[in-house]
């Protein structure tokens, strides 16, 4: 199959994004290579179509109505291991990243496990967790007009039975204080300065507020979650509920942490 014809119209983006909600893509591309995934943007670029790359498709809100240009899914997932340096392009999922690099010995990448998305997208959005960050992990960031082709991680050297215990215990955290049973995009909001999003929320009394299948979750109140078939325009309403009522309660400006797109 050539090139030009791996490119679809009109794809459903609901089943690639992780709250599994969002309308069609007019245009839309696999990037299984770097190559791939330059040509595609230097092609958008020749017809002035806009663009969005898409990894992991967590952090994000797809409109119903989808989007209207091309969407390049980032595919590429070649990892090479050397010493204590990991060269990874942009489409290998965190979650996979972690336990590579457990294998090998290099220890510092526990706690990203269970996290959804991609390496390009955690470095885009300076992914962190339990007091870590990927960003202090790279070394090198390549790059084609901002855009994340791949990135190169230093971790230490290690114990690989202490780094496979605190991949489950890092694992079963997750798992006990997250709504994992149900889609979502992660945490909806960023935290305030010296605050915690989830529990101003939980202080609204909206945990398990509902509109129409989409919930504020019962387990983490920065989460959303999608009960079955939700909206994106039901996920709207219920951000806007909670930034008005965080705003009425603590006079506080809740910003959100997900992307939007098609809106």
Not at 190 to 200: I, R
Not at 250 to 263: M, R, S, T
């Amino acid at each position: 199959m050539s090139y030009l014809n791996r490119f679809k119209n009109n794809v459903s983006l609901a089943k690639y994004t992780t709250f599994k909600i969002g309308g069609p893509a007019r245009y839309f591309f696999v990037a299984r290579t770097t190559e791939d995934l330059i040509k595609a943007i230097q092609l958008a670029k020749e017809k002035n179509l806009p663009f969005f790359i898409l990894g992991g498709g967590s952090n994000l809100l797809v409109s119903d109505k989808g989007f209207s240009g091309l969407v390049i899914v980032v595919n590429s997932k070649q990892l090479t291991i050397i010493n204590n340096s990991i060269i990874a392009e942009a489409g290998v999922r965190l979650s996979d990243l972690v336990r590579e690099s457990s294998k090998a010995g290099l220890i510092g990448l526990e706690w990203a496990i269970n996290i959804p998305g991609t390496i390009g997208g955690a470095v885009k959005c300076q992914t962190g967790a339990f007091g870590q960050s990927i960003l202090k992990m790279v070394k090198e960031i390549k790059k084609i007009d901002k855009i994340i082709l791949s990135v190169e991680l230093v971790l230490k050297k290690g114990d690989k039975k202490k780094s496979q215990q605190l991949i489950k215990e890092y694992f079963k955290k997750r798992k006990d204080s997250q709504p994992l049973d149900y889609p979502s995009a992660g945490c909806i909001f960023k935290n305030p300065v010296g605050k915690f999003a989830g529990q101003l929320i939980e202080e609204c009394g909206l945990k398990g507020k509902q509109i129409g299948k989409a919930m504020v979750s019962q387990k983490h109140a920065n989460f959303i979650v999608n009960l079955g078939e939700a909206q994106a325009k039901d996920v709207k309403k219920l951000i806007q509920l909670i930034k008005k009522s965080v705003k009425e309660k603590f006079n506080l400006d809740l910003e959100e942490e997900i992307k939007y797109l098609g809106f």
